[in-house]
Each structure stands twice: as C-alpha cells, then as structure tokens.
C-alpha cells in the first residue's frame, strides 16, 4: 500500500475512535450532574460545555484529514517525478504548466536580473536538467472545499469516478472548512462552534468526507500506477 493511503487510512480511525468517545460523553444526561469515577477514586461530571467542545474539535480533524491526505497525495506524485528523475520534456502538459506558473513567480525585479533568471530557465527547459517540483507548489493551507479539490483534479489531470453525490459532499466540506477557520482563527468559541451541530450529524459528515477522500486517492493511485506524470 502506497504511504498516502496508509497515512489516510490511519487518519481515519484516529477520527473514529475520537467520535465513538463523543458519542460516549454526548449521551451523559449532564442535567443530573451525575460523576464519571475512575478505579483510582477520582471522579469528573461532564458538563454540556464539554461536549459541546469535543464535538466542535471534530471539524479540526476532519479538516486536517481533508488537507493533509491532498497534500501527501500530490507530494507522491512529486516523489515519482523525482526518483525517475525526469526532465521537463518528460512531464505530463499539466505538470510543466505547473512547473513553469511556479518558476513564473521567481521573476526578478531588475531587468539585468530577469535576463540571467530566463537564461536558466531556458538551460533547464531545453538542456533537460532534472525537474524538482517543489512542495511550496501546494498552496492549499486553510482553503480546501469542493470547488477547489474539484480544480485540484483538473490541474494536475487526477479524473477517475466519484460516487459521493456532490450537493452533500459541497455542503460538508463548506462546513468543515468554515467551522475550522474560525475556530482557527479566534473568531467562534468551541462550545459556539459545538452547539450547532449533533454527534451524529458529524458521523454523517465524516463518512462522506472519508468516501469522497477514498475516492480521489484512489483515483491518484490510478494516475501514479498508470505514469499518467509522464508526457
């Protein structure tokens, strides 16, 4: 199994076994303020503020599941590019386009120094230096939703089938990404964030999340087995 599909998978029960403990506190009736003892004699009442928090700390992993299995799955392709050493004749049209929007962004401000940045550019290209795509290509951080994993696909050619319906998946990746983000960022408290939703709605949200992920990885898997990162 390649390693993005054995970290995605690991991910993924990560998140299980941290829902199937949620579901354990979020069914304590915290009304009768009754203590959970431990062997030890210590005890702890869960209040409905610590569900509420553990609930909203699921759109935090979900999200990192999200990002995390797009990244290293690209980076897999990049590690094929790399260990065959290819030259930028021997890329797919979609990883050159990739290559050369990322070289696009060195441009110098000087014009004495644009003509030495084209020049090596041009040796690169037409001498058949070994292409690196670098990791900083990967400009996903904190923006991962439908529409940009759809545009993902497009650019780097990862077509395959899809068998989650795309209003749900749409719907949920919105809501991971925009749950994460103000968590993140300060702007929702936890127990604000966990007080809209219910255990069982993100059980919902994660198996669509992990179907969809389990398709587009798979379909990666495809393109890497097939050297479709070849011209």
């Given at each position: ?122 040796e690169e290209v037409s001498v058949g230096y070994e292409i690196k795509l670098e990791k ?40 991971i990404k925009t749950e994460r983000n103000l968590l993140a960022h300060g702007n929702k408290t ?42």
């Open positions: 199994m390649k390693l993005f599909l054995k970290d995605f998978n690991n991910r993924v029960l990560e998140i299980e076994e941290y829902l199937s403990f949620v579901l354990f506190i979020d069914k304590i009736e915290t009304h009768k303020r009754e203590p959970i003892s431990s062997k030890l004699g210590n005890s702890f009442t869960v209040k409905r503020e610590h569900q509420k928090i553990l609930r909203s700390n699921t759109f935090l992993l979900l999200y990192n599941l999200v990002e995390s299995s797009i990244r290293h799955s690209i980076l897999a392709v990049y590690d094929c590019v790399h260990d065959e050493s290819l030259k930028f004749e021997n890329l797919s049209e979609r990883l050159q386009e990739i290559w050369l929007k990322y070289q696009s962004k060195k441009i110098p401000q000087t014009e004495k120094n644009i003509k030495k940045w084209l020049k090596e550019l041009m900083e290509t990967i400009n996903i951080s904190g923006n991962l939703d439908y529409d940009s994993i759809i545009k993902i696909i497009n650019t780097y050619g990862f077509f395959g089938s899809i068998s989650v319906e795309r209003t749900a998946i749409e719907r949920d990746l919105k809501k936890f127990c604000q964030s966990g007080e809209i939703i219910t255990t069982r709605e993100l059980i919902q949200i994660k198996t669509n999340i992990v179907s969809f992920l389990n398709d587009i990885l798979n379909n990666i898997e495809q393109y890497i087995d097939n050297e479709k990162f070849k011209c």
